[in-house]
């Protein structure tokens, strides 16, 4: 108990610097947008320096397009249970997984975009999926091979597979529990502790699934509904 109130407060502390610095970071996006409008309207720059100020612009809307897409996610913390539809999930993780295609498959199951998994706090649900994602696509994708992810539909809420070597780690769940290199070992510790909080659970299957990959496969389960029969 002790060990876990000392993690909240070191994390609480962390979420307060994170704050600060975020200020700090919006005052200098804010400082670049501005230099990079006001290049851009330099009627006497040679055309070398067009195209270099023209690919800052580019690499800035991206930049700005990713944080507005988390920025939701921000604002919600704290809202009200809401109903979590899989189209959603799959849309949202599209959107921001569009790139690298070539390194990995994201697919999503025809039942899983058009079912109703539970009612979950939005941001709770979407972050730890992300979480989630996040170590399938490095376990599935650190020897070089292309990885797969598959999003499925289950009796009480969903799963994430992967196509890797699978999860040798007793200690998965546990705070600064990993296996990774320079891994924080916080992920999924929190991700579970989350989700329990808002009545699901996230557990690592222990044997296969019908329609999952191979590898791990994690699966979020809303206790709410949950049919103990």
Not at 42 to 48: A, F, G
Not at 113 to 141: M, P, R
């Amino acid at each position: 108990m002790e060990d876990n109130k000392d993690l909240l407060i070191r994390l609480a502390l962390l979420g307060l610097v994170t704050e600060t610095i975020s200020h700090e970071f919006n005052v200098l996006r804010r400082n670049v947008r501005e230099s990079i409008s006001s290049l851009k309207k330099s009627e006497n720059l040679p055309q070398q320096e067009k195209e270099l100020v023209e690919r800052l612009n580019n690499l800035y809307m991206t930049m700005e397009s990713k944080l507005n897409f988390y920025s939701p996610l921000y604002k919600q913390i704290g809202s009200p249970n809401i109903s979590i539809i899989g189209g959603e999930i799959a849309s949202f993780i599209s959107q921001e997984y569009a790139l690298d295609t070539d390194k990995r498959s994201i697919q999503f199951s025809k039942t899983f975009c058009n079912s109703y998994l539970g009612k979950a706090q939005h941001d709770v649900i979407f972050s730890s999926v992300i979480s989630v994602l996040e170590n399938a696509i490095y376990w599935s994708t650190i020897e070089g091979n292309k990885g797969e992810i598959r999003f499925i539909k289950t009796p009480n809420g969903f799963a994430i597979s992967d196509n890797g070597k699978g999860v040798n780690n007793p200690n998965l769940f546990q705070a600064y529990s990993t296996t990774r290199p320079r891994g924080k070992g916080l992920g999924l510790f929190l991700s579970k502790k989350s989700l329990e909080k808002i009545g699901w659970d996230l557990t690592l299957a222990t044997e296969s699934i019908q329609n999952c990959l191979p590898g791990a496969t994690f699966i979020f389960t809303d206790l709410n509904t949950y049919d103990k029969s």
